[in-house]
């Protein structure tokens, strides 16, 4: 884990090579964070980008709009008053991997406004080629400090890929190549549990996922290795609209 100032050491370094690597210039702007005294380079870039929080502290903050959340005292309902700064540039203190699932909604169930969240979405809460690109994005050019898989209960879509192990059904178009992708998770989950394994199979695919991500070289696994970033798992469940973390 690193301090602070490594933490924002290793984010330059890594979004520098980023940003190097895509030709792209760092057009970056916004407002200071407060707290306790730092270096004179970790103020800078502290200055550059106001969501250099450890992993931790985002955590604790999504932890906090969930328990908001769920007891209907969502502080978020001034949309108005951070647009302009929104305009000049986004600091998401998180990434989310959610599921397409109409019912669940990262920004609401964490009380997080526009700008504070890098969501990647897929019905399943799964990560391909796609969503660890835009997650390396956010991660190397954004700067998240944490990543969270975020499975929910009665999803559709591991149900389905279970109805497919189960009964060999067949199912239109695109959708097999979705099943596939849920395959391993949920294949260990009903021979752990067969009798009910929707659930234990919803829990292993966040974790699979999250595996994925730590995994991920070079961007999101270097990130992960020098303490900068966090990946986490956790489960939303439709009817309380809380959010259970997952242990590792
Ligand atoms: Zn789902």
């Known amino acids: 884990m690193c301090d602070r100032d490594e933490c924002l050491e290793a984010r330059a370094s890594i979004s520098r090579r980023f940003l190097l690597a895509a030709g792209a210039g760092a057009a970056l702007a916004g407002a200071g964070l407060g707290g306790r005294p730092r270096s004179a380079r970790a103020d800078s870039l502290a200055a ?3 969501n250099a929080i450890a992993p931790d502290e985002a955590l604790r903050r999504l932890v906090d709009g ?7 005292t969502a502080r978020n309902k001034d949309l108005l008053a951070s647009r302009a700064a929104q305009a000049a540039g986004q ?3 998180a990434g989310i991997v959610s599921c397409a699932d109409s019912r669940v909604v990262p920004e609401l169930a964490f009380d997080q406004g526009p700008g504070e969240l890098f969501v990647v979405r897929l019905a399943g809460n799964f990560v391909d080629d796609y969503g660890l690109a835009s997650l390396e994005y956010g991660v190397a050019s954004l700067g998240v400090p944490l990543i969270v898989v975020l499975g929910h209960s ?3 879509a591991i149900a389905a890929t279970l109805k497919v192990l189960k009964e060999n059904a067949v199912l239109p178009g695109q959708l097999p190549k979705l099943v596939d992708a849920l395959k391993p998770a949920v294949a260990a989950a009903q021979a752990r549990n067969p009798a009910d394994p929707l659930d234990e199979a919803i829990a292993e695919n966040v974790r699979v996922n999250v595996r994925r991500l730590q995994e991920a070289t070079p961007v999101v696994a270097e990130a992960v290795q020098s303490g900068r970033v966090k990946i986490v798992g956790g489960v939303y ?4 609209g809380k959010v259970a973390m997952l242990q590792a």
Not at 66 to 72: E, I
Not at 237 to 240: F, L, V
């Open 48 to 50: 550059v980008w106001p």
């Open 66 to 72: 969930n328990a908001r959340y769920a007891v209907n």
């Open 91 to 93: 600091y998401p203190i």
């Open 154 to 156: 009665s999803c559709g």
């Open 237 to 240: 469940d439709i009817a309380s």
